[in-house]
């Protein structure tokens, strides 16, 4: 396990994109289940109204950064996290590494016929990125078990799961140890942008940390969940002044 940094109480591991892909490779040569969520500042702050939702993060295998606005707090707390690892291009660099060594993948989430689309994708993009099975996001708890089965059955190694959060990260801390699968994780809006239902910002404003911006205009619904990211700020600022408070006592 590597370092971990507590970011308002969500002990986010300290690694690098590289890193990140060492770990979750070493997760398929497991004998059990690994998880790995992606919390940026909204999943931080969600987690602050929600005690399950912080121990489930912190039950992870592994946590990482996903969000410029996370490195930047770890910064401003002097804890200095090495890298944004977004989740979206860990997914990618995981299809990429098919090319040296095929992993087969069931995907979980998005509306009827978007993982179905998704699968068609990466499969043309990435021929040895073997889809097993696939399954929409618009089910009911009762038919919760025979989605298990499924995946089961598909003999994936890789389970995708975009649910959105927390649904995704709770759904998966509920069922992770029913599955056969080596390596689960949370994907978000990722399924989605694979289907080209949706996009990614461009690389610009990714790398300048704006794609809260970016979503902003593609989905202006969204603008009360964003609240949680000045709201993140907010909270960073009264910690380091805490801290420093405490340094001068």
Known sequence: MTETVDIHGVNINNVT????????????????????????????????????????????????????????????LNKNLKEKVSGIDLVKRIFENTKKRPASFFILGGKPGVAEKAAINIYSEYPRAKIVGYHHGYFS???????????????????????????QEKWIHSHYQQLGCKLIMGVGGTIDVFAGTASLAPEFMRKAGLEWLYRLIKQPSRYKRMLDLPRFMILTLKTKFRQIRQSNA
Request: glycine share 8%; hydrophobic share 45%; aromatic share 2%.
């Open 17 to 76: 994109m590289e890193e990140a892909l060492k770990f979750a490779l070493n997760l398929l040569e497991g004998d059990r289940p690994g998880r790995i969520y992606t919390p940026n500042s909204e999943i931080i702050m969600q987690a602050q109204r929600d005690e399950n939702l912080m121990e489930i993060l912190n039950d992870a295998d592994l946590l990482i950064p996903d969000g410029a606005g996370v490195v930047l707090a770890s910064r401003i």
């Open 141 to 167: 708890e009762d038919q919760v078990p025979g989605i298990i089965e499924q995946i089961n059955k598909s003999k994936a190694e890789i389970l995708l799961v975009g649910l959105g959060a927390p649904k």
